[in-house]
């Protein structure tokens, strides 16, 4: 033994070679190497003896230590991939190793560890020192991808002392891994190297394994031969990991992105079954699991790619909500995050979403908003992304009247305004915007403030856009109208106003020349400015000028421009104001002219009807004035009569018209005064009881909501409520004697709820935390319970999602396009609910092909198309595919037993039944040529009314909805999430709401066909509460309903029309019987 035992630096060289039973002092350096605990007779050994064997002992033997894994820099993973994280592995030998944790990749490619693995004495003196990338975070399949090896050894290791160290690793791809570590040598104790594990070589992970190096060997080489390998290994792993299993998810993972980087090379051409597999992967891997930000990412990835080569919107819509659960999964400074909101990502589905049309759907507002939240305040496209969310629910407002969205908008628009600083390019759009939103909510509720507002924000616009600028004639007309809105509100306030206004409108008139398309518009709005002050000042001048202008704007206008018959009623109006003035009859003649006009051009429900019922009495009340006719006067009260009577304007404009008809009969003592009176008196009530229904509402809610926290009050509370409970018990057990009264407030048996079944056996299908399962109740005999083993409440939800995403997917695709993840969801619906239902009904209960079936569906089972069940494949050795539900029986929805036993009870044959369709034509362009088809299709003798365009409004939809035994309803369907009875159809005044609908008794009613959107879909916190469109028509009298669960497609809904009606008419010769 070279040098002495004092002050020796010892180290671990090599193993411990012969075991020994020796002095306490050796058995301390490596206890581990005890054999018998029994004692030995040993000679005693000497003092110099002892020392010469202890340091012999030292220089063969293994002082454990330790060794920390600090950070990992310049980690960078050949195959490109984005790894679920990093690990480092120390390999000792064949059979023993050590790993570390697995920790997330940093944003700057470094990875910080702080693991520490203890070494035993008895190591080999060389390691092995490899850095992984792991492509799950949870359960490892396989080792993943190898990011640098380095061979060294623990005695090279303690050269570096007690600091931490840089160790670096051999050059991959032009980059130099490196480690930081610590390592130091412990004193001897029981420590057994608890932290080495056993290598375990499965099958699996050996394909897994190859398929990763392959994978990497295809990316750096660009052979095909090696993907085509790689593909192979995973599909291998695949197959022997089948669903259920626990690294089924790490599979389709693996296979789908080597097919997918494939798909991106151009070496492989399936991206629709590689986004499927990622589907797969991601329902695996939900929200909370540790691998669902990197599913969620390669999903989108893929949809991108797709939209990249085949552009489709629902590809686009459906990466930017992958996109916006990803980034708020992902913590600030990951790689998976820097890489996610990248140019090439997010930026990229930015910008493509900003291309999509808006249309102010409840799908286009979700998509802004998500938009919004991916562009967050600072982002490049902040601005743009706020501007298209304000633009949606500018639309929805228009087109629905909710006066929540016109609420947001104007947010959004002063959220733009404080972004865009005075000197900013857009500032003046952005406040012109603002004003028109504001000036649209005071038309809407008619507050000052709102309107004084509006004046003061296009003031500022105008001041941005000199003289010269291509939009000032636009705030010039803007701030104008405004100007005079206030004038006829507060005109001895205002005075000044519509002065300014008519200068206004005189300078936009001069920047729209002749050929100007909008020039008519100015010209009609410098009229009526003139005519306003005419009527405050009296002169002449203003009121002639202002008839030359709406000669001249009436000229430009074409015959069926939408506002030309408003033209019609000023010019009018101000003809009656000069005949008054100079009593020439030319002047009450065109009046009167023009005003029928008006009439003719307008269909015999619009709203506007009533203002050229109003019109025509004030002409035939002047000319009875000048020439004393008593026609004339017998004209203009009947033209009172038909405004105050017209159905489709509101009640407040027509009790006043009733008003003035009761004010002008009394004046000239005409015979219509008590018919005035009844109309004024009829019209009040109804509009008093309306409006006393919606403050008894509010009463009781402010009622119920108030709760006493005063101990004394909710004792006397209870107390008063048990007393009352006592006696409600009493009296309803006094009710109950009664003969014909014995099941007073009973739920009905199930021999009363089995009737509702002899036309068909009817199938409820019910949802809960503990199972998921059908009821069928059959025609005769006892119900058959039909349970669903393998469907959970959770599953069932994300079934329901899934359908919901990919009815929006396929509306937004092409007609040839294939809808591959629609048919897989449809073959779930068949093998996991429906197939189990019609097992029961061919084998035990017999049931007949092409028999009606009813199906009562509950909770997340409303949402699902369950009649749509399909199998999607093809029979056994056969080339006709297998039967879906539709080829097997007639399915029919019903909302409850009761509900369809009430239906079927009220069924009545009628001689001439009648049909109304309701459209909106002027929206939808597709509307009128629907309408024309269900005209044509519909038997001859059966009566036939259109209500399209301007006469769709809300109230002739409700009285429609009365007199009709048919409707066929094609317009904008809106759903309130929120608020269920404020979901709506859209029409041309205001929305027709569910309360409206429910609230409407339509004793005629017999069947209706809602062409709209999202017209069966509920409350989706109360998803067993019938609360949605379909449902409120059958509360209201409608014996059969059919509605949509998704939005309608117009270029799909043509072929719907068409196949629909004609198959319900094909029978029938004359349409005497139309009973659904």
């Known amino acids: 033994m070279p040098g002495s035992g004092e002050g020796r630096k010892c180290r671990c060289r090599c193993r411990l070679q012969h075991p020994l039973n020796a002095h306490p002092f050796l058995l301390s350096l490596a206890p581990e190497l005890q054999v018998h605990p029994q ?75 702080s693991d520490t693995v203890t070494l035993s004495p008895d190591v080999s003196p060389s390691l092995s020192l490899e850095i992984w990338a792991s492509f799950e975070l949870g359960r490892m399949l396989g080792q993943g991808e190898l990011i640098g090896k380095l061979e060294t050894s623990w005695d090279e290791l303690l050269d570096h002392g007690d600091e931490p160290f840089d160790l670096s690793f051999p050059l991959i791809q032009g980059v130099c891994p490196s480690l930081t570590l610590k390592t130091s040598v ?22 897994t394994n190859v398929g990763h190096t392959r994978f990497a060997e295809y990316i750096t080489s660009k052979t095909v031969s090696r993907l085509n390998n790689a593909v192979e290994q995973f599909q291998l792993v695949l197959d022997q990991c089948p669903a259920g299993h626990l690294d089924h998810a790490a599979a389709v993972t693996n296979l789908a992105r080597a097919r997918l980087q494939g798909y991106i090379q151009n070496d492989l051409q399936d991206i629709d079954s590689t986004i499927s597999l990622f589907r797969d992967a991601l329902a695996l891997h939900p929200q909370g699991h540790p691998d669902c930000p990197l599913s969620l990412y390669h999903l989108t990835k893929a949809l991108i790619w797709r939209h990249h080569n085949q552009p489709t919107p629902a590809d686009i819509c459906e990466s930017a909500r992958l996109y916006h659960e990803l980034l708020h999964l992902s913590p600030g400074g990951t790689y998976l995050r820097n890489i996610a909101a990248g140019e090439d990502d997010v930026d990229y589905v930015i910008n493509e979403c900003d291309k999509l049309p808006t249309d102010g759907s409840d799908e286009d507002i979700q998509l802004r908003r998500i938009i919004l939240e991916l562009c967050p305040l600072g982002h490049q496209h902040h601005l743009n992304a706020l501007e298209k969310l304000s ?8 087109q629905c009247g909710n006066i929540d969205d016109l609420d947001e908008r104007i947010q959004c628009c002063r959220e733009l305004v404080s972004l865009a600083p005075k000197g900013c390019h857009g500032r003046d759009t952005y406040l012109n915007n603002l004003a028109f939103s504001i000036a649209r909510r005071f038309d809407h509720q008619g507050k ?25 004639d636009f705030s010039l007309d803007n701030l104008g109208a405004a100007l005079c809105t206030r004038f006829e509100k507060h005109p001895s306030h205002y005075i ?9 409108y005189r300078e936009a008139l001069i920047l729209r020349p002749p050929w100007h398309p909008c020039r008519g518009t100015i010209l009609a709005n410098i009229a009526s400015a003139l005519k306003t002050r005419y009527d405050k000042s009296h002169a002449s001048g203003d009121l002639n000028e202002a008839i030359d202008w709406y000669r001249e704007s009436l000229w430009l206008m074409q015959h069926d421009h939408p506002e030309r018959h408003r033209i019609l009623h000023n010019l009018s109006s101000a003809l009656c104001s000069r005949f008054t003035q100079g009593w020439k009859n030319e002047d009450v003649e065109e009046a009167i002219i023009l005003c029928q006009q008006s009439l003719t051009a307008l269909p015999p429900l619009h709203p506007d009807r009533f203002y050229s019922y109003r019109w025509l009495q004030r002409a035939y009340a002047s000319r009875y004035r000048a020439q004393h006719k008593p026609a004339d006067l017998s004209l203009a009260m009947a033209n009172f009569k038909l405004a105050s009577r017209h159905p489709t304007k509101g009640f407040p404009h027509r009790i006043e018209g009733a008003f003035h008809w009761v004010d002008e009969a009394e004046a000239y003592y005409h015979e219509s005064a008590l018919e005035a009176y009844a109309t004024f008196f009829e019209l009040l009530d109804a509009h008093l009881a309306t409006r006393s229904s919606t403050i008894y509402k509010c009463l009781f809610d402010s009622q119920a909501s108030t709760v006493s926290t005063d101990r004394a009050a909710i004792d006397w509370a209870a107390t008063a409520y048990r007393r009352l ?8 057990a006094e009710i109950r004697n009664i003969h014909g009264f014995s099941q007073f407030l009973l739920p009905p048996s199930y021999k009363e709820l089995q009737v509702a079944a002899r036309h068909g056996p009817v199938i409820i299908l019910i949802a809960s935390k503990y199972s998921c399962d059908a009821l069928i109740v059959p025609m005769s005999g006892q119900p058959h319970h039909v349970p669903f083993p393998s469907l959970s409440l959770a599953h069932l939800e994300m079934l329901k999602d899934d359908f919901a995403r990919e009815i929006r997917h396929t509306g937004l695709m092409g007609p040839t396009e294939p809808r591959k993840d629609l048919r897989v969801l449809l073959r779930k619906l068949w093998d996991e609910i429906m197939q189990p239902i019609v097992n029961v009904l061919q084998h035990k209960l017999g049931l007949q092909p092409q028999s009606r079936i009813w199906l009562c569906p509950t909770a997340a089972f409303t949402s699902l198309p369950l009649h749509a069940a399909n199998p999607c494949q093809k029979k056994p050795g056969r080339s006709e595919p297998e039967p879906c539900l539709e080829d097997l029986y007639v399915c029919s929805y019903m909302l409850t037993l009761s509900a369809l036993i009430r239906s079927q009870q009220t069924m009545k044959m009628r001689a001439t039944p009648s049909f109304m369709a309701i459209g909106q034509g002027t929206v939808l362009a597709d509307v009128d040529n629907e309408l024309k088809l269900v005209h044509a299709l519909i038997p001859s003798n059966v009566k036939f009314t259109n209500l399209s365009g301007g006469n769709a409004t809300r109230a002739g939809a409700l009285d429609a909805l009365q007199r009709n035994t048919w409707v066929h309803l094609a317009c904008h369907g809106k759903q309130d999430r929120q608020q269920p009875y404020h979901s709506c159809f859209a029409m041309r005044d205001e929305p027709l709401t569910l309360l409206d609908i429910m609230q409407n008794d339509a004793p005629q009613a017999e069947f209706a066909f809602l062409l709209a959107c999202h017209t ?49 008419f094909k029978d029938l010769e004359d349409g005497s019987d139309m009973t659904v």
Request: aromatic share 8%; net charge negative.
């Open 725 to 732: 409970l006592t006696r409600w018990k009493a009296a309803v």
């Open 496 to 504: 000044h106003d519509v002065n300014r206004a008519i200068s206004l």
């Open 448 to 472: 000052s403030h709102d309107l004084n507002e509006a004046i003061s924000l296009y003031e500022e616009a105008l001041r941005l856009r000199p003289v010269g600028h291509r939009y000032r």
């Open 1016 to 1064: 069966t879909i509920g409350d989706e916190k109360m998803p067993d509460e019938v609360i949605h469109l379909a449902a409120g028509l059958q509360f209201s009298g409608f014996k059969s309903v059919i509605g949509t669960l998704w939005a309608v497609d117009d270029a799909v809904a043509k072929h719907i029309v068409e196949g629909f009606y004609h198959n319900m």
């Open 39 to 113: 004692p030995l007779l040993v000679p005693p050994l000497s003092s110099s003896s002892m020392h010469r064997a202890a340091c012999h002992l030292l220089d063969n033997a293994i002082i454990p230590g330790s060794w920390k894994v600090i950070r990992g820099h310049n980690l960078s993973v050949p195959s490109e991939r984005i790894p679920a994280g990093i690990y480092v592995s120390i390999k000792l030998n064949e059979r023993r190793g050590w790993k570390s944790a697995i920790r997330v990749l940093l944003s700057d490619c470094s990875v910080p560890w």
């Open 186 to 207: 412990h004193p001897c104790g029981n420590d057994d190297g608890g932290q080495f594990d056993s290598i375990i070589d499965y099958e699996i992970a050996r394909y």
């Open 391 to 398: 633009q949606a629910l500018g639309a929805s407002f228009e």
